[in-house]
């Protein structure tokens, strides 16, 4: 059973940076993962994308400040935010499917971790 754990969150001031990271075990280059967050009252939404051959999506939100990545040698999916906003206040969520495409429909995938907060004041 492949595991997602999540790390790098943090409480940071509006304008700042954030890497999240996710843990991949065990990792398969097969694997599309992406990330999404869970606002407070908020319904759980896709984030960004990475498709196997490095292929990737955002959401309209992203506006270009959040940047995903993955290192197939470290076995890692990171998440660099800049220029967070407070609306960025959200568990941020890793997520891992065999899939032949890019997803930011969080019914796609099967395989998620437990999240790490991540915390935006003014």
């Known amino acids: 059973q492949v595991q997602l754990v999540e790390s790098g969150g943090d409480s940071v001031q509006a304008g700042g940076s954030l890497r999240l990271s996710c843990a991949v075990s065990?990792?398969?280059?097969?694997?599309?993962m992406a990330w999404f967050r869970q606002g407070p009252g908020k319904e759980r939404e896709g984030v960004a994308s990475i498709r196997t051959d490095g292929e990737t999506s955002y959401g309209d939100f992203v506006e270009g400040r959040f940047t995903i990545s993955k290192d197939n040698a470290r076995q890692t999916l990171y998440l660099q935010m800049n220029s967070l906003k407070p609306e960025d206040t959200a568990m941020y969520y890793c997520?891992?499917?065999?899939?032949?495409?890019?997803?930011?429909?969080?019914?796609?995938?099967?395989?998620w971790g437990h999240g790490t907060q991540v915390t935006v004041s003014y």
């Open positions: 997520a891992a499917a065999y899939l032949s495409f890019r997803s930011l429909d969080q019914s796609d995938y099967d395989l």
């Open positions: 065990p990792y398969s280059n097969g694997l599309v």
